[in-house]
């Protein structure tokens, strides 16, 4: 079993920067690879796909949306999954979750392809 724990949430003004990071524990990701994403909920909208990224780090896909000011890493070695976000813009406020499914080459953007979930982290973006 994996346990995915996000930090980094929080409120900040329009423009400003946040870095997510969410730890596994469990398992160690260089022995046992998993694929890793973030996906964000608002209210009253479903959960959507923001970035994902391969065991290795070596592909990655973002929302069209967040591309040119979020970045998804990863640190094997710590066991965790960054997602640094710049530019942020009020329409980023969301709960951010952070997902995780075993898998040594891929990575993934639907809901449904994941097997574990944080329990997620607010952020807040003031105009």
């Given at each position: ?30 022995r046992?690879?998993m ?12 959960r ?11 592909i ?6 967040v ?5 998804i ?11 640094q ?9 969301a ?7 075993g898998?040594s ?12 979930w944080?329990q ?8």
């Open positions: 079993q994996v346990q995915l724990v996000e930090s980094g949430g929080g409120l900040v003004q329009a423009g400003g920067s946040l870095r997510l990071s969410c730890a596994a524990s469990g398992r160690t990701l260089s046992y690879p694929a890793g994403g973030w996906f964000r909920q608002a209210p009253g909208k479903v959507e796909f923001v970035a994902g990224i391969s065991w290795n780090g070596g990655t896909s973002y929302a069209d949306s591309k040119g000011r979020f970045t890493s990863r640190d094997n070695a710590k066991n965790t999954v960054y997602l976000m710049n530019n942020l813009k009020p329409e980023d406020t709960v951010y979750y952070c997902t995780a499914r898998d080459g891929s990575l993934y953007t639907g809901v449904r392809q994941y097997d574990y944080g997620g982290t607010q952020v807040t973006v003031s105009s």
